[in-house]
């Protein structure tokens, strides 16, 4: 059974781990564990057998949040995981008064996109070459909510 929980510091190890195993362009230990420090932070984690098995981070402004991450580790992938980190961050969010969240999606990746656009994301922008390793561009998506 999978347990969700915000982040904590014996999570940063196993979630930079997952960043170098899931993107081409990881974040670093430190720069995860600087998210602990952050008040605008707010990260959650997904946990199977107390292993760090998904995580997504937001940072919050003024009411609006944008999705720093989010991952999965590939052994745990296709069973929901991903779309609870959304759904619990969502509502986390909610709580905290935020309005909106925000993010960036490579073009080409076409499950997360229908994961987002079932959740009740829409695109509004495009970055052109946003990502790199390799170079491609970003889907602007967002997602609003009354309080």
Known sequence: ????????KDHI?????LETLCFSSPWSEKSVASE??????LWLVALSDGQVVGYIGS???EGE???MNVAVAPEYRRQGIAEQLVLRLVAALQEKGNHSLALEVRASNGAAIALYEKLGFVQVGLRPNYYRNPKEDALILRKEWTL
């Open 36 to 41: 602990l420090e952050n008040p605008l932070s």
């Open 65 to 67: 949040s944008d999705m």
């Open 59 to 61: 940072q919050s402004v």
């Open 1 to 8: 059974m999978i347990q969700y929980e915000e982040m904590k």
């Open 13 to 17: 190890a196993p979630i930079a781990q």
